[in-house]
């Protein structure tokens, strides 16, 4: 990942909260990922996250909530989105999502 996230990247207070949720069985694990944390700008909803949001519910109503928000502020922002949801994401790219999934790069 520190290949492909420079210094001055942003997650959505959704990712904030799925990170912070998470138990490992490292500990060193907590610290890594508070560390990631504290070095991103945090991105909240907003009147155009939540129309983004909409439109991807109504276009891909399988996909949850948090993941429609994520995707949204991707879009809003013209962010790339990394994570390996291909799933969800891989789809989300037909309304403009830029989309990677570290897990694919060699």
Do not use: C
């Not at 210094?7 to 799925?18: G, M, P, R, V």
């Not at 891909?60 to 994401?89: E, H, Q, R």
């Not at 989300?92 to 999934?101: D, P, Q, R, T």
């Amino acid at each position: 990942m520190d290949d492909l996230v420079d210094s001055d990247f942003k997650i959505s207070f959704i990712t904030k909260i799925e990170l912070l949720v998470w138990n490992p069985t490292v500990q060193e694990d907590i610290h890594i990922r508070e560390e990631f944390i504290n070095g991103a700008e945090v991105i909240f909803v907003n009147d155009e996250i939540i129309t983004a949001a909409i439109k991807i519910r109504k276009t891909f109503n399988k996909i949850k909530l948090p993941d429609a928000i994520i995707a949204a502020i991707a879009l809003v922002y013209g962010l790339i989105l990394l994570s390996d949801n291909d799933i969800d994401f891989k789809r989300i790219e037909a309304l403009g999502l830029k989309y990677l999934n570290p897990k694919n790069i060699n």
